[in-house]
Each structure stands twice: as structure tokens, then as C-alpha cells.
């Protein structure tokens, strides 16, 4: 059995949770307070139930108040479960109201048809698994550090193994045997504890019977009263026995009346299972008749069952995956036709401006350079310099006139003075020196500006020489500009840098649209091929379902919907045939439980319809019998047969036995007066008290063999029970051996458990045996865990493979013991499915490396 799917709707703090488990190992990985512990709680919750009530004496409270939704609404989910033989089955749990539905594979409700309680609704699971609630806990389902059993899941265990064991049915108990046993000891013999039961009649008896021996001498004494109580008794007597024969006839009537009221029922039961076998007879032929279409239908999609679902649903996203492919290709030509399209506008708008095409790629920066320098150029024509010039010549010329002047005044002057002193005038000669350093200075001074007038003049030259050489450059640059204009069509720099600028664009828009357009072609080349091979994939399977004749036709969506139709029409028809034949057998088992309990009811031989109708006529017959044999006794009595219903035989005889004690009573004291009457010496009444005495004596040895031997039966059956015990201990602990051998690597090979659970092995440091307490944690918690795969072995040797649902047992363990019991549990998972919950991640990385790809890791957020 594995659980396959886990929907939460609410529960603790989880809410609209949807899992899918797979049939290995399975880890549920989450932090602390993630849910892990509810999560399982509610698996347990699905199958038995949550029990409510008050809180432990711990302040714990019960699992019905503890995982009351934190935040949802609703409090329940479902859980869908496959058990070995394939059946599927879905819960459907609501914990608010208690109430629990059953579905099976195919959505019907069959929660009616398991025995209901109020507390746990359809008793399911104790069906389906094949162990109590009890059993579950104590095997396969294991807390948080709660390896080990404990000691009422010991006793439950117990019990459980003998029972199978002994009788093959866990729920016949060899416990109730015990008591039963016990009970007839109590009724038949009595123990130290009863005063009314046979045996503590008779000694009461053998004490009454010797007071009378002490007694005898005081009776003979009264005499004369004795003869009145005499007669008294002997009235009392003649009344009782009246009494007695009344009763004797009542009981006799209601002895025929219980075996009559007895019949009756039987015949109803007989009538109710007769009615069922024929109703089960109809519904057989009906299946039959069902089986025989669906295996016609199934012949006309025959090629179809090669297939699987997943087949055709595979086929059905294979044609999705290939319409997409092609619309994805029409979608890349019709772009690429657009991106050739856009490039041809393109081209046509670069065809315009080619001329820079021809151009250097900075020809932006020359024509530029090339206008500032046009400009530079008219300012240095332009700029006045020439003027400057000229005006500076014409003050120089101006400034040599005037110191020539100047000087031929000074060298006059001197040429006078000079002569005065010749005649003998000495200031003479002092003017004369005067008016000639006057003219040196104004002759240096006209040297000067002699100088600096030819300077200028040759400045001018040079400047006329420059403005030529400008003229001349701008008239070739403006030449050179202009050209450059005309050939792209511009009328200035502005629109020269702008048209540059268009072409710069469009040059990078057709550089990325022949990229784009290579890519498209690139994406058109292997979207191609990819639905080339999905074609080819598809139309096979088309072809071998025979809806195309070849490989190489078209295929269309009727074809894909055609193929879908026969594989689920075929599966369909396949679990139609199943279930037919499934139905048929079961009709067949049914109308066979039928009959025996028929022969259970009856307590004949009973093993066809024709039997069971010879059965019940019989049983018609005798009923009329005895109501004829009723009526006429109770006509002779003058009693109402009431219908047959009369008070229990049980009633009269207790009537008649009490009729009986008291008569004997009588009797024993009529005998007693007779006895004091003839003579108060007499010995007849002592010898009389001694036959009676020796009387009890004998029926007191019989109650006591009566004793010896039910306790005998019980002490055999306490045997019995040990020596099962002893059968099944040597395969559990061969189970747990086997099982701590693979998880501690061989360190430990011999674990074996007491007649009470107790685990033991033999410490391989000293070779002696030892208690699994005395060990470390991690070891005792891998102890514990062997010896609940043992007995889940045992516990579900005859039903259902349980999955096993573990809360972080791994807690305890170092890398070492957790690799080794994660290897142990994924060869376990190869049997059986596990589900494992753990907060540690590299719990998580150890089982994929020990697991590889057979494990399904759930993680919780």
C-alpha cells in the first residue's frame, strides 16, 4: 500500500497544501515550525481519526484541539491511497464535523459499506491496512524521538502476533478465551471470592449439616411443636409440588416458545440471504453480460492499446509543442519579410546619400575644420591689419622728416656756435657742444625711426604676401566645401551634418536588420527541424495506431483527438474488464459467504441456492410444528400463546429450581419432625445428616475436579499462547538482525528481543549480552527502529506492505549512522514506500548521494 497524493485544506498551520509522494523513498524537508509534525499527524488523522476530549495531565491538549487550523477555514483535506493489489482509493476528511467519505477509483461512495462509529466515522483504515489504530502507531508510524514502542504498544503487539499466529484473524483473541475460562470457573465451581456458586453451596451445606449435628439434642426437646410444624410442612409441600408441576408445563411451553421464536428468526435470515443470492445472481448476469460488450468494444481499438495514457497525452503535447513550432515559423517569416521590407525603404533612403559612401568616416569633423577655417580665413582678410600698416609707414616717414630736420638745425647751430668761439667767444664753444650732442641725439633718433620705417615697410609686403596666400587658401576650402555639399545635396553645414547624421542611422539600422534577419533565419532553420523530428515522433505513433498509412502524412488536430479518443477508449474499456471481472468474482465469493453464513445461521450443510431453499423449507416445516405443539399445550393449560412469544425457559427453571430448594427444604424438615417425633434419642436423624453429609462430600470432589480441569484448560492455553509467542520471537529477531546488521555496517549482527519486548544484543567490545538501554542514543534509536521493521513484517505478513511515515529519527545520529540508515531505508524503500520528515539539510544531501535520482524530496516553505 503508498500513499500517493496529499491535499491539506487546514490543518495546524498548514493550509491549501497539494503533494504528490512517489512509491520509494520520500523526504519532506522543511525548517523548524514548518508543518512537518502536523503534516504527518495528518496522514494519521486521515485514516483513524484525531481523538478530542480534555487536556493530559501533562497540559497537553488532545490532537483534535492541537491542530485546529491556524489561519483556514476549513479543517480536513484528502488523501488518495493504492493498496497492493492496485485498488485506488480517495478520503475525503472533514475533522470539524467528524465525518469521513470513502471513494474508490472510480468516484463512487462507498463509505456505507464499512462499520461506522461516531467517533471515528468509516472504520476504513482497520480494512484497508489490516491494523488497529494501536499497531499502526507502534510499527510504521513514528514520532518525533519515539523510536522505541513502549509498554502498551508491547502488549498490543503481543496479543496481535499470538492471535494471528494461532488462528490466522487478529481479532480472535486467545485473551478472551482466558476469560471465558475464568467465567466458567466462577459459575461452575466459584472461587474465594464468591458465596453463591455451587461449590460455596455444598460447603455451606457441610456447615449447616454439622450445626444440625450439634443441634439434634435441642430439637428433641420441642416435641410437641415439631408435630404442628410438621403438618405445616407437609401442606406446604403438597402446595409447592402443585406449584412445581405448573411450572414444569410453562417451561415446557416456553422452551418450544424460544426454539420457535428461534426458527423464526433463522427463517427470516434464511428469506434476507435468499433474496440477496438472487439479487447477487441478477447482478452477476449483468456483469457477465457487461464483461462481454466492454471485450467486443475493446476489439475496435484494439491498435490503440499498445498505448498508454501518458502515450497519449504525450502525443497530445508533442501536436501542441508542434502547432506552436509552426506558428512560431509563420510568425519568423512573416518578421523577416517585414525586416526585408523595412531594409529595402532603408536602402532606397541610403541610395540618396552614397556620396558619403565615397567619404572618410570623420568627414563630420572635416567639414567642420574646413568651415571654422573658411571663417578664420575672411577674418584675417578682414581683419584691418594691412591698415595698421600703412598708418604706422606713413607716422614713421612723418617722424625721419622731422629728425633730419631737426638734425641739419643742431649741426647749423654747431657750425655758428662753433665759429663764434673761433672769433673768441667761449660760450660759443659751449653752445656749439650742446647744439651737437643735440644733433647726434636727433640723428640716432632718425636712425631709428629709419629703422623702424623699414620694418613696417616690410611688414606690408609680407602682410600683401599673406592676404594673397589666405585668399587663395579660401577659395580652394570653399571649393572643397561646397562640393562636399552638392554631392549629398546640402545647402549648408547644419544640413551636411544632419544628412550625415540620417546616414549614420540608416547605415545602423541596416547593419542590426540584416543581423535580426539572420537570426530569424537561424530561429526559422531550427524551429524547422525541431518540428520535423516532433512530426516524425507523432505521425509514428499515428501510423501504428493506424490512423495514417504512412509515416510521411500530414497529420491534423481530428487526428491527434482520434488517437486521444481510442487510448483513453481502450484504457477505459481495460478498467471496465477489470472491474467487470473483478465484480463477477466478487458476485461469486459473495453468493459462497452467503451460503456459509446460511450453514452458520442453521447449522446445516449449505453450499448452493437449491441447498439453502431446501434448508429454509425444512425450517418452515419445523416452525409449523411447533407452533402446533404450543398451541395445543397451551390450550390444555389454559394459556395464551402470545404469537409464540412466551417468557425465557430460563425464567421457569430459575422458578422451578427455587419450587425445587424449597420443596427439598420441606422435605429435609418434614423428615427432621418425623425423626424428632418417633424418638429424641433416635440415631436415624444423625445417620441421615451423615448420608447427606457424605452426599456433599461426593458432589463437593466433583466441583473439584471440576476446577482442577478448567484451570488445567487454562494453564494449557497460557502454555499455548507462550509456545506461539516463542514461534514468532525467532523471526523477528532473524527480521531484526538482518536489519541492524545492514544499518551499523556489521558492528552489530545478533539483536534479539525477550518475551516482553525488551531488546538485547551482544556488545562486540566485550562479546556479552547487554540491555539496548545501556547503549548510545543513536544506537538504541537504530535498535528500536529494526525491530519495528520486524514486526510491521510480521504485523502485515497477511494483508497490506504499510508505508513507513518516520518524524526526524534521525536526530540522534552522526554522519556515519545517518548514511547508514538512509542506505538501509532506500534498500527498504524498494519493498515498501517511506516517507521521512527532517529539518536538516544535510540529511537531505546525504540521501541524494546515497539515492541518486530514486528519491522525491518535498520541501516545505
Not at 225 to 245: F, H, I, N, P
Not at 462 to 488: G, R, T
Not at 575 to 594: C, F, H, T
Request: hydrophobic share 40%; with cysteine.
Amino acid at each position: 500500500m503508498r500513499i500517493e497524493n496529499l491535499e491539506v485544506k487546514g490543518f495546524g498551520r498548514l493550509a491549501d497544501l497539494n503533494l504528490e509522494l512517489g512509491k520509494g523513498l520520500n523526504i519532506i524537508f522543511g525548517k523548524n515550525e514548518s508543518g512537518k509534525t502536523s503534516l504527518q499527524w495528518f496522514i494519521k488523522g486521515m485514516f483513524f481519526g484525531l481523538k478530542g476530549g480534555r487536556s493530559s495531565k501533562d497540559g497537553m491538549l488532545p490532537p483534535l484541539k492541537r491542530y485546529k487550523p491556524w489561519s483556514a477555514r476549513d479543517f480536513g483535506g484528502s488523501l488518495l491511497y493504492r493498496l497492493d493489489n492496485g485498488e485506488l482509493f480517495r478520503i475525503e476528511r472533514n475533522f470539524h464535523t467528524n465525518t469521513a467519505r470513502v471513494f474508490d477509483a472510480y468516484f463512487n461512495d462507498i463509505t456505507d459499506s464499512f462499520e461506522q462509529s461516531r467517533e471515528k466515522g468509516a472504520h476504513f483504515a482497520e480494512k484497508h491496512l489490516g491494523v488497529s489504530e494501536l499497531c499502526f502507531d507502534k510499527t510504521v508510524f513514528v514520532r518525533q524521538m519515539e523510536s522505541r514502542i513502549g509498554d502498551d504498544g508491547v502488549g498490543e503487539l503481543v496479543n496481535r502476533l499470538i492471535n494471528v499466529g494461532q488462528t490466522g484473524f487478529e481479532d480472535m483473541s486467545l485473551n478472551r478465551a482466558k476469560e471465558a475460562l475464568k467465567e466458567a470457573l466462577k459459575i461452575h465451581v466459584g472461587t474465594g471470592k464468591t458465596t453463591t456458586r455451587p461449590l460455596d453451596k455444598v460447603n455451606a451445606r457441610l456447615e449447616e449439616l454439622e450445626a444440625l449435628k450439634q443441634d439434634i439434642a435441642k430439637k428433641r426437646e420441642s416435641l410437641f411443636q415439631v408435630e404442628a410444624e410438621l403438618k405445616g410442612l407437609q401442606e406446604k409441600k403438597a402446595m409447592l409440588e402443585a406449584r412445581r408441576e405448573e411450572l414444569s408445563m410453562r417451561k415446557e411451553a416456553a422452551k418450544i416458545s424460544e426454539v420457535l421464536i428461534k426458527n423464526r428468526k433463522i427463517k427470516e435470515e434464511l428469506d434476507g440471504i435468499l433474496e440477496s443470492i438472487e439479487a447477487d445472481e441478477a447482478a452477476l448476469r449483468c456483469a457477465e453480460a457487461k464483461l462481454d460488450e466492454a471485450e467486443k468494444d475493446r476489439e475496435q481499438f484494439i491498435s490503440f492499446c499498445a498505448f498508454s495514457i501518458d502515450d497519449s497525452d504525450r502525443v497530445s503535447l508533442e501536436y501542441v509543442k508542434l502547432s506552436s513550432l509552426m506558428e512560431d515559423g509563420r510568425r519568423i517569416e512573416r518578421e523577416a519579410a517585414e525586416k526585408r521590407n523595412h531594409l529595402y525603404n532603408i536602402e532606397l533612403q541610403l541610395e540618396k546619400l552614397k556620396a558619403f559612401n565615397y567619404m572618410d568616416e570623420k568627414v563630420e569633423r572635416d567639414a567642420v575644420e574646413l568651415s571654422r577655417d573658411i571663417e578664420n580665413l575672411k577674418k584675417e582678410i578682414n581683419s584691418g591689419r594691412q591698415d595698421v600698416v600703412e598708418e604706422k609707414i606713413s607716422t614713421m616717414q612723418r617722424k625721419r622728416r622731422r629728425y633730419a630736420y631737426m638734425t641739419a638745425a643742431a649741426a647749423a647751430v654747431t657750425v655758428i656756435m662753433a665759429v663764434a668761439g673761433v672769433m673768441g667767444s667761449y660760450a660759443g664753444y659751449a653752445a656749439a657742444a650742446a647744439a651737437f650732442v643735440s644733433a647726434l641725439i636727433f640723428s640716432v633718433k632718425r636712425y631709428k625711426v629709419a629703422a623702424m620705417l623699414n620694418a613696417a615697410q616690410k611688414e606690408k609686403r609680407l602682410l600683401i604676401s599673406d592676404i594673397k596666400a589666405f585668399k587663395d587658401q579660401l577659395i580652394k576650402k570653399q571649393m572643397v566645401l561646397e562640393e562636399m555639399y552638392k554631392s549629398v545635396g546640402a545647402d549648408g553645414l547644419e544640413e551636411f551634418l544632419v544628412l550625415k547624421e540620417k546616414y549614420n542611422s540608416l547605415v545602423r539600422q541596416v547593419e542590426a536588420i540584416n543581423s535580426d534577419i539572420e537570426r530569424l533565419e537561424r530561429d526559422l532553420e531550427n524551429n524547422e527541424a525541431k518540428a520535423k523530428a516532433l512530426k516524425g515522433t507523432i505521425a509514428a505513433a499515428l501510423h501504428k495506431a493506424g490512423i495514417i498509412d504512412n509515416a510521411e502524412a500530414e497529420i491534423s488536430e481530428d487526428m491527434i483527438k482520434s488517437f486521444k479518443h481510442g487510448v483513453r477508449s481502450c484504457r477505459e474499456l481495460d478498467m471496465n474488464i477489470a472491474y467487470a471481472k473483478q465484480r463477477i468474482s466478487d458476485l461469486k465469493e459473495s453468493v459462497q459467504k452467503y451460503c456459509k453464513n446460511a450453514a452458520s445461521i442453521s447449522g446445516m450443510t449449505c453450499s448452493s441456492k437449491k441447498e439453502l431453499e431446501e434448508i429454509a423449507e425444512s425450517i418452515r416445516e419445523k416452525i409449523a410444528f411447533l407452533e402446533e405443539q404450543l398451541k395445543g399445550i397451551c390450550k390444555a393449560k389454559e394459556m395464551s400463546e402470545a404469537n409464540g412469544i412466551l417468557p425465557a425457559e430460563e425464567i421457569y427453571e430459575a422458578e422451578i429450581e427455587e419450587v425445587d430448594e424449597e420443596i427439598k427444604e420441606a422435605l429435609l424438615k418434614i423428615r427432621e419432625r418425623e425423626t424428632l417425633l418417633k424418638s429424641a434419642g433416635d440415631d436415624d436423624e444423625l445417620q441421615r445428616i451423615i448420608e447427606e453429609a457424605d452426599a456433599l462430600y461426593e458432589k463437593k470432589s466433583e466441583l473439584e475436579d471440576i476446577n482442577t480441569s478448567l484451570n488445567t484448560a487454562l494453564e494449557v492455553l497460557i502454555e499455548a499462547g507462550e509456545e506461539l509467542q516463542r514461534d514468532f520471537m525467532p523471526y523477528i529477531n532473524l527480521k531484526m538482525s538482518s536489519a541492524i546488521d545492514r544499518i551499523s555496517q556489521g558492528r552489530y549482527r545478533d539483536l534479539r528481543a525477550d518475551s516482553n519486548l525488551m531488546l538485547k544484543v551482544i556488545a562486540p567490545e566485550t562479546g556479552e549480552i547487554v540491555a539496548a538501554p545501556a547503549l548510545s542514543g543513536g544506537t538504541v534509536d537504530q535498535m528500536y527502529l529494526s525491530l519495528r521493521v520486524a514486526m510491521a513484517d510480521l504485523i502485515g505478513s497477511t494483508g497490506e506492505k504499510l508505508p513507513f511515515i518516520m518524524d526526524e529519527i534521525l536526530a540522534q545520529y552522526d554522519d556515519e549512522r545517518t548514511r547508514e540508515t538512509l542506505e538501509f531505508l532506500h534498500q527498504l524503500s524498494e519493498e515498501r514506500q517511506i516517507i521521512l520528515f527532517t529539518c536538516k539539510g544535510r540529511e537531505v544531501d546525504i540521501a541524494r548521494e546515497v539515492c541518486g535520482k530514486d528519491i522525491n524530496v518535498v520541501r516545505l516553505i
